[in-house]
């Protein structure tokens, strides 16, 4: 068999992988944290389909959780034994956020439509896409007669989008995956499926609380303004932090760390009434070249300069405090397997980047597994009315075939 071969057996599946995904996606299966009853359903309609589509090991490891239905919550492991021992992932999940405002919608978020080559529809790109394709790219092998060059793992989690408690870190603690493993983890993407992420910033969320004096707004001299100081606070801060923590990575968009103020709270119903309490938070992304606590150190520093000179309590606390994974290298084995598979399918130079955000490759790094984070994807997870291209259905299924192949499927 060769490269033509097996991606011709995918594309002549375009239409069943079409109409698995559609079926997955009118199985609602979101979290009960966000109102939902989780998985279950969606991992009997997946686990049935994987048997239908010839996969004689499908495993069901499931996770306690008494705020469901059936009170527990499943994680399917599809497994395909290669010619080499090493262990080959591909991670996605099955749960989905909720659908939002439904008047944004054009279409029934869990009734998929399929409108001008796109499949509209909640969890479409986010993570339904990629699990789907993943699946087909694999079943690919099985139809041509074509053995992995690895033992390959699909695996569908559960509880991604409420943080993975009963989804990647069950599996990690029951020690399905182990140091030396490579997985790919489609969490993140651009359109043109090029793009390799390979590591990460830090992230901090922090609340900020002032707290001053509230008097009468004809005596301001009275009081302790928690807004004004609070404003000053919050502009000072970040200056400082943007001087001092300034090195680039051209891994990176935007290439630097970055300091935001973000939310804001109320602190009072009138105009007329100076602030005792002001409330507002910063999101932090951060270069893996520093560290949390040093960003913090600065940020306190500053507090501390403004308590001593106005009067005022400034408490910071973190919301979200989550220190850089670390990165997989650009010349580490999956990435060069993913990456001969891209230019083989897409025609392009695939290329690593760095990213702001936090992804499900983070667990797997920090227990030494190299992943890398790659999809083919419009960019539209969690809005109104998502999509996913059926074109990129289709090729991001022949690149994992590729990739599960190996050296096992010849050249043209």
């Not at 302790?224 to 404003?231: C, K, L, R, T």
């Not at 890398?372 to 009315?385: G, K, M, Q």
Request: aromatic share 8%.
């Amino acid at each position: 068999m060769n490269v033509t071969g097996l991606r011709k057996s995918v594309q002549e599946d375009k239409d069943e992988m079409v109409e698995s995904l559609c079926s997955m996606l009118r199985i609602k299966a979101v979290g009960p944290e966000n109102g939902g009853q989780g998985e279950a359903e969606r991992g009997k309609f997946l686990f049935a389909l994987a048997k239908r589509l010839g996969f004689a090991s499908v495993e069901v490891i499931e996770s306690r959780d008494p705020t469901v239905p059936t009170g527990r919550r499943p994680n399917l492991i599809i497994r395909v034994k290669g010619t080499t021992p090493r262990n080959l992932w591909v991670v996605t999940h099955m749960d989905t956020v909720p659908e939002g405002d439904l008047s944004a919608w054009k279409t029934l978020p869990f009734d998929p439509k399929i409108v001008d080559g796109r499949i509209y529809g909640r969890g479409s790109e986010d993570n339904g896409q990629e699990l789907i394709a993943s699946l087909y790219g694999l079943r690919a092998l099985i139809e041509t007669g074509v053995t992995p060059e690895c033992n390959v793992g699909l695996v569908f989690v559960s509880d991604e989008e409420h943080g993975n408690t009963h989804g990647i870190d069950i599996l990690l603690k029951k020690e399905i995956f182990k140091k030396g493993d490579f997985a790919v983890v489609p969490d993140h993407g651009q359109p043109d499926g090029g793009a390799i992420s390979i590591v990460e910033k830090s992230i901090a969320w922090i609340d900020v609380e002032v707290v001053g004096r509230q008097t009468h707004g004809s005596t301001p001299d009275s009081g302790i303004n928690a807004f004004e100081v609070g404003s000053r606070f919050m502009l000072e801060g970040v200056e400082r932090l943007r001087k001092r923590f300034d090195t680039s990575d051209l891994l990176f968009e935007p290439p630097r760390s970055t300091f935001s103020p973000t939310k804001c709270f109320a602190n009072g119903p009138n105009v007329n009434t100076i602030p005792g309490r002001h409330q507002f938070a910063f999101d932090f992304r951060v270069l893996p070249s520093y560290k949390l606590d040093e960003v913090v150190g600065v940020l306190r520093e500053t507090a501390d300069g403004f308590e001593k000179s106005t009067g005022a309590k400034i408490t910071l606390t973190f919301l979200q405090k989550a220190e850089a994974a670390p990165g997989t290298s650009p010349e580490s084995e999956i990435v060069k397997r993913l990456s001969d598979a891209i230019r083989k399918v897409r025609g392009i130079e695939p290329h690593p980047i760095g990213i702001g955000g936090g992804t499900c490759a983070a667990p797997f790094r920090r227990h030494g597994i190299e992943a890398a984070v790659w999809s083919s994807i419009p960019e539209t997870a969690h809005d109104a009315n998502e999509f996913s291209n059926i074109s990129d259905l289709v090729t991001d299924a022949q690149v994992y075939a590729l990739l599960f192949a190996g050296k096992n499927v010849s050249q043209d």
